[in-house]
C-alpha cells in the first residue's frame, strides 16, 4: 500500500474539523504561517493539501495580503460530478441514472409521509403555488424553462430532503443532479415545440395529490403515485434518442 503523503494526511485532518462541524462555513482558517508551524511542514506542501480540499469545495482559497482559505458548505454538484465520472466509464446512459432515480425518489415518499411536518407539507405547498404563478405568467400559459425546471428541481429535492433517511437523501440528489443537467437540455427544447399550458397543469395536479397522501401519511400511496409519476415524466423528456445520451455528453 502507498503511504500518505504528507499534504494528503494534513488534508485528512482539516476535513475532518469542518465533518465534525469544528470548523464551520464561512470560518476562515489561521494564517499559513501558523498552519505551517503547526503541521510542519513547507509551504508548498500546506497549498497541497488546500489545493486537494479546493478540489472538494471544503474550502476557497483567496491568494494576495487579504486572501485565506475559507470553509466552504460543501457541494452535492461535487460528488455529482465523480459520480458521474464513474458513470462515463461504464458506458452508463441518462436513462439508466433515470432508472435508479425511479428506486430511490418514491422510496422517499414513501418515508416522507410517515414523518412528514406541517413544515414539510407547507413547503411542498409553497413550490406548488410558484409553480402555478410561473405557468400564469407564461406566454401562451408556458412557462419560461429555466424557472419551471428550477421549480420542479425544488419539489422532488423536498422529497428526498425531507424523507427522515440522510444516506437516500445524499444518494438521490447526487443521481438528481445529474439527470438534471440532461432535463435542463431537454425542457429548454421541448419548450417551443408546441406545449400547451394542459401538460403543466396536469404535472402540478400530480405534485398536488402526492400531498395530499403525504399528509394523510398513505405511503404507499405516495411511493405508487411518485413512481406512475416519474414514468410518464420519462416519456415526454426522453423522447427520440434522448434516452440513449451517455452520461459523459453531460460533462463534456
Avoid at 60 to 88: E, H, K, N, T, W
Wanted: glycine share 6%.
Amino acid at each position: 500500500m502507498r503511504a500518505p503523503k504528507t499534504a494528503e494526511l494534513i488534508a485528512t485532518h482539516l476535513r475532518r474539523q469542518i465533518v465534525k462541524g469544528e470548523l464551520t462555513p464561512g470560518e476562515t482558517l489561521p494564517p499559513e504561517v501558523q498552519l505551517m508551524s503547526q503541521y510542519g511542514v513547507s509551504r508548498p506542501t500546506l497549498r497541497e493539501a488546500f489545493r486537494i480540499l479546493e478540489t472538494e469545495t471544503l474550502i476557497s482559497v483567496r491568494r494576495g495580503s487579504r486572501g485565506g482559505a475559507q470553509v466552504m458548505q460543501p457541494d452535492i454538484s461535487v460528488a455529482a460530478r465523480y459520480v458521474g465520472l464513474l458513470l462515463q466509464i461504464s458506458g452508463t446512459t441518462i436513462d439508466d441514472v433515470y432508472e435508479a432515480r425511479k428506486v430511490s425518489e418514491p422510496e422517499c415518499a414513501r418515508l416522507l409521509a410517515k414523518t412528514r411536518t406541517k413544515q414539510d407539507i407547507a413547503d411542498l405547498q409553497s413550490c406548488i403555488e410558484d409553480l402555478r404563478k410561473v405557468v400564469e405568467a407564461g406566454t401562451k400559459a408556458v412557462p419560461d424553462p429555466s424557472r419551471w425546471s428550477g421549480l420542479t428541481y425544488k419539489f422532488h429535492e423536498l422529497i428526498m430532503q425531507r424523507c427522515g433517511n440522510k444516506t437516500l437523501a445524499v444518494q438521490g440528489a447526487v443521481l438528481h443532479d445529474i439527470v438534471t443537467t440532461h432535463l435542463e437540455l431537454s425542457v429548454a427544447t421541448k419548450f417551443d415545440q408546441g406545449d400547451s399550458s394542459e401538460r403543466f397543469q396536469r404535472v402540478i395536479k400530480a405534485y398536488e395529490k402526492l400531498v395530499a397522501l403525504v399528509e394523510a401519511k398513505d405511503g404507499d400511496g405516495a411511493a405508487e403515485h411518485w413512481r406512475k409519476h416519474m414514468d410518464v415524466a420519462a416519456k415526454y423528456l426522453f423522447q427520440n434518442d434522448l434516452k440513449n445520451k451517455p452520461v459523459v455528453d453531460l460533462f463534456a
